[in-house]
């Protein structure tokens, strides 16, 4: 049995990286693992996290509003702590759920590897006239008043 937590965007990343999501985080250990794999693994726990905190509250509220429940009980209160609870989770849903939408759709594909970058370095090939440097100002001197 798996110990990853599944989320909504799970077949997404496994369309977009071809492998199921377990053997996506065996892959990201990896040393050639792509930046893209890690941040995209990254944000999907971050998704699966934040997708348990709204499966929670909401079984929570469910549970406190069952017909078999004692109208006693129910607090209005609870009720609003709960529906801001909610909203927090599925605004932080929604966001992973946007970013790594986003991240899969303007990846690189799989396929193709980032190859190194080379930049020449520039030298300065002649030195500047002495009169285009600065002069060092003198430590504790005062700076004369101009009228």
Same mark, same amino acid.
């Given at each position: +049995?798996?110990?990853?937590?599944?989320?909504? +965007?799970? !077949?997404?990343? &496994?369309?977009?990286? !071809?492998? =199921?999501?377990?053997?996506?985080? @065996?892959?990201?250990? !990896?040393?050639?693992?792509?930046?893209?794999? %890690?941040? %995209?693994? &990254?944000?999907?726990?971050?998704?699966?996290? /934040? @997708?348990?905190?709204? $499966?929670?509250?909401?079984?929570?509220?469910?549970? *406190?509003? &069952? =017909?078999?429940?004692? +109208?006693?009980?129910?607090? $209005?209160?609870?009720?609003?702590? *709960?529906?801001?609870?909610? &909203? $927090?989770?599925?605004?932080?849903? *929604? !966001?992973?759920? %946007?970013?790594?939408?986003?991240?899969?759709?303007? +990846?690189?594909?799989?396929?193709?590897?980032?190859?190194?970058?080379? /930049?020449? #370095?520039?030298?300065?090939?002649? =030195?500047?006239?002495?009169?285009?440097?600065?002069?060092? #100002?003198?430590?504790?001197? %005062?700076?004369?008043?101009?009228?």
């Amino acid at each position: +049995m798996s110990r990853v937590k599944t989320s909504t +965007m799970d !077949g997404d990343l &496994e369309k977009v990286f !071809g492998n =199921p999501v377990p053997e996506l985080y @065996e892959a990201a250990v !990896g040393h050639d693992a792509s930046p893209a794999l %890690a941040r %995209a693994l &990254e944000l999907r726990s971050f998704l699966a996290l /934040t @997708e348990e905190q709204v $499966a929670r509250v909401r079984d929570r509220v469910h549970a *406190d509003m &069952e =017909p078999v429940r004692d +109208m006693g009980e129910l607090s $209005a209160d609870k009720l609003r702590f *709960d529906a801001q609870w909610l &909203e $927090a989770a599925l605004d932080a849903r *929604d !966001g992973y759920r %946007a970013a790594l939408g986003e991240l899969l759709r303007t +990846m690189p594909p799989p396929d193709q590897r980032a190859r190194p970058v080379c /930049t020449a #370095q520039l030298r300065a090939t002649a =030195p500047l006239p002495p009169s285009a440097a600065p002069a060092p #100002q003198r430590a504790g001197a %005062a700076r004369a008043r101009r009228p």
